[in-house]
């Protein structure tokens, strides 16, 4: 295995680019918003929660003023601590790759939205974390919960050169996130954001699958 691009660490996003967290994250979702008296016909349409900041997805999509967004973060976790973290799968493939990226000479960084806590579990659960140098996530407390905060945190700890890294994610977040700091990414079409998501938000490289991404790092 080689590297087929000229970057020294890879920051993969979790949620929708590693795993698909569908039912964990509706099902914590649909629990915080009917402590507040809100139930959804289909948890399909709490779909869009996965990827953003809760907090943002909470006032935006509900209406919800910041003291009742960190209200029901805390109801979500709730559930998500004990439940929902377990509602979840990885993609097909994608231990495979992480492994061959780090045979390839990558270093590589997980920078999550979600709280960095939960991301280690997650990545012990299903056996990935050997494969990463460092795990970053959002703080439990509110104090850094953008994917740019996040990002940031990834770039100061581990010293990286922004010009020799590359950010892995399927939302806008992760493009925008990792682009504050001079990072390039590579959009993924597998997991929730769309073709129109990656293009508008400006992302240097675009993939539909799995195998495209591999095709993409290593040979």
């Known amino acids: 295995m080689r590297r087929?691009?000229?970057?020294?660490?890879?920051l993969f996003d979790l949620d929708g680019t590693l795993t698909d967290p569908f039912e964990g994250?509706?099902?914590?979702v649909e629990y915080?918003?009917?402590a507040f008296g809100i139930t959804v016909a289909d948890r399909r349409e709490l779909a869009s929660f996965i990827g953003p900041p809760l907090v943002e997805s909470l006032t935006k999509q509900f209406g919800f003023t910041m003291e009742d967004a960190v209200a029901a973060v805390a109801k979500y976790r709730e559930y998500f601590s004990v439940k929902g973290l377990y509602e979840n799968e990885l993609f097909e493939g994608i231990p495979e790759l992480l492994r061959d990226c780090r045979e390839a000479g990558y270093k590589i960084s997980m920078a999550t939205s979600k709280p960095t806590h939960y991301a280690r579990i997650i990545a012990e659960h299903f056996d990935i974390a050997r494969y990463f140098d460092a795990i970053h996530g959002s703080s439990l407390d509110g104090s850094r919960i953008t994917k740019s905060s996040v990002v940031a945190e990834v770039v100061e700890e581990e010293r990286l050169d922004p010009a020799r890294a590359l950010m892995i994610g399927d939302r806008r977040h992760d493009v925008e996130g990792a682009g504050e700091?001079?990072?390039?990414?590579?959009?993924v079409l597998y997991g929730y954001g769309t073709l129109e998501e990656h293009t508008a938000a400006g992302a240097a490289y675009i993939v539909k699958d799995i195998s495209e991404l591999r095709q993409l790092l290593i040979e």
């Open 4 to 10: 087929k691009l000229d970057y020294d660490w890879l």
């Open 181 to 187: 700091h001079g990072i390039r990414t590579v959009g």
């Open 32 to 34: 915080a918003l009917n």
């Open 25 to 28: 994250i509706t099902r914590s």
